[in-house]
Structures are given as C-alpha cells and as structure tokens.
C-alpha cells in the first residue's frame, strides 16, 4: 500500500483547514468587538449621562500620564460601579510622600499602588487592609533610611514611580456629594512638609 495521497484529498484537507481557522478567528474578532463595545459603554456612555462633562472625565485620564505628582483630589468621574475613582502617577525621585486618608465612617474605599514597569500591585490602603478610620502612610522609593513617625505604616515601593488608583464607594446620586468630600481628602504631600 502506498503512503502518497492524490493531491486532491491533501488540497481538500488544506481547505477545510484554513475554513476552520478563519472560522475560529472570526469568533474571536466578533468576541472581541462585542467586549470593547460593552468598554465603550461602560467607561464613556454610562459615566457621561445627563449633568457630566467630557472634558473634566478624559482630563482625568490624561493627567495620568503627566510626569509630575498627581494631586489625588482630583476626581475622575463616576463609574458604572458605583465608586468614585482617585489616581494619579506618583514619584518618589525627590523623596518620600505621606498618603492621607480621612476617616471614612464605614465607607468602603481602596488606594491601590501599581508598579508601572510591570504592572504589578504591591500594596493596598483601605477598608479590607487598614480599616476605615483616618490614617496616614509613608510612600517610600528603593533604598530609602530614613525613620517612620509613630502611627505611620511605611509603604517600600520597589520602583520610583508608583501609579496611584483610589476608589470611593458611591451608595446613590444623594451621596454624591459626600463621597465627593471625601474622595478630596484623600491627599498626598511630601514628607518634608
């Protein structure tokens, strides 16, 4: 018996294929496209209803990418989650910063800190971590001496940029205001301050 095949049953084969692989990709680009469009929804349509505006929401975004310390105050717009999110890129080049957070009453709020080399997460204020009351903690860069003040948690960042995203829980559109309020206490200031 022969191991050669008629070039017909190799073509066909070939054929059926490539057919099933395009078939395959095909799915994945509907998947995907469907999944950025419930993005798009998500991240520009719902948080720009009625009384928001565009450019306050993308210069929050924006300002992420500047190369100076971002004040936390700044509010980006709310989200489809119900959280007031916070952020901002942080450098630790001309030393450390102390992160305020106010007392939040039982709210739940997180401040995440991001490696932005790798985009690994490396440590975590908030209601799950540290509780709810007020609290201050010492950002501090690779290799820095100095001492912690009593009542501080030190936070050893493993690179001199840290991004910085807080949240906010939101309970209704009356409680807007008050998660406002608090969303602007949550500051960073230089240790030398």
Do not use: C
């Amino acid at each position: 018996m022969s191991a050669v095949r008629p070039v017909g049953v190799v073509l066909s084969r070939l054929v059926r294929g490539a057919v099933v692989f395009a078939e395959r990709r095909l799915a994945v680009a509907v998947v995907f496209a469907i999944a950025l469009a419930v993005w798009w929804l998500e991240a520009l349509v719902i948080p720009l209803g009625p009384g928001r505006d565009l450019g306050t929401y993308l210069g929050g975004y924006i300002q992420l990418f500047q190369a100076h310390p971002i004040d936390l105050g700044y509010v980006l717009g709310r989200t489809p989650l119900a959280t007031l999110p916070v952020g901002g890129l942080l450098d630790l080049a001309f030393g450390p910063q102390v992160l305020h957070v106010p007392d939040m009453a039982g709210r739940y709020y997180s401040v995440q800190f991001t490696d932005p080399s790798d985009g690994t997460n490396f440590a975590y204020v908030g209601t799950r971590t540290t509780g709810t009351e007020a609290g201050d903690s010492l950002m501090s860069g690779p290799g820095w001496k100095g001492t912690v003040s009593q009542g501080r948690t030190q936070i050893a960042s493993p690179n001199k940029s840290v991004l910085v995203i807080g949240r906010v829980f939101v309970e209704s559109d009356s409680d807007l205001p008050i998660a406002y309020g608090l969303a602007k206490q949550i500051q960073l200031t230089p240790l030398s301050h």
